[in-house]
């Protein structure tokens, strides 16, 4: 299947300052990537819709203004978690769909990044 | 909210067969169902998706019911790393559409 990557893996950072999670895709181009993140023992929950050359669209109760996201290029789309504070530790996933002829396109994961936030 | 229903823990013996079920009552027509699983601190992975026939790949077989509603993923050959959460979603054809993920089912591999 296609690859998505994130950088970093695994970052910890004080409260107050702030952290970008980058996502690409590897071996296609993705106009549209997904941003989630779990908490321990929960499920995903998506957080925003990261558009390509244009302006991310965030679900319900995620502070754009917190969480800000950039689509610059058709392989990377980059989440800036902002004044980062402890309840924001989480697990941050990114997702992509490479462009198909068919009618359904299948979405693959990167390997996420663990945000501790002290 | 996620429109499917798993059991939230299975268990199965290494070597057998896991069946893992799913509902999906309220699926429509242009739905298809997707199972991704997560083994733990690792992005979901793809294993298979199916719109209305019984599929199958190297990871799994899918067999949906005739009238949609639910469905079965089936590991033929379960090992200790098939240990994971399942997630079984549903979602229609526009791969711009994010997926939304329930609570899963946890499949324990037991030597």
């Known amino acids: 299947g296609a690859v998505v990557s994130q950088h970093p893996s695994r970052v910890i950072c004080k409260s107050g300052t702030s952290v970008k999670i980058e996502c690409r895709s590897l071996d296609f181009q993705a106009t549209t990537m997904f941003w989630y993140r779990q908490f321990p023992k929960q499920s995903l929950m998506l957080m925003a819709t990261s558009n390509e050359g244009s302006k991310a669209t965030y679900e319900q109760g995620v502070e754009k203004d917190k969480f800000l996201i950039n689509h610059a290029s058709l392989t990377l789309s980059t989440l800036t978690v902002t004044s980062a504070h402890p309840e924001d530790s989480s697990f941050y996933i990114c997702s992509a769909s490479p462009p198909s002829a068919g009618y359904t396109d299948t979405q693959y994961f990167g390997p996420g990044t663990r945000l501790t936030v002290l | ?111």
Not at chain 2, 13 to 33: D, F, K, M, Q
Not at chain 2, 43 to 62: D, F, R, V
């Open chain 2, 1 to 111: 909210d996620a429109k499917t229903t798993q059991p939230p823990s299975m268990d199965c013996a290494e070597g057998r067969a896991a069946n893992l079920p799913c509902n999906h009552s309220t699926i429509s027509g242009n739905e298809y169902v997707y199972w991704y699983r997560q083994i733990h601190s690792q992005g979901p992975q793809y294993i298979i998706h199916g719109l209305k026939n019984n599929e199958t790949n190297e990871m799994a077989s899918l067999i949906i019911t005739e009238d949609r509603k639910s469905s079965t993923l089936i590991l033929p050959h379960a090992t200790l790393r098939d240990t994971a959460v399942y997630y079984c979603i549903v979602r229609g054809r526009s791969g711009n559409t994010p997926l939304v993920f329930g609570k899963g089912t946890r499949l324990s591999v037991i030597a």
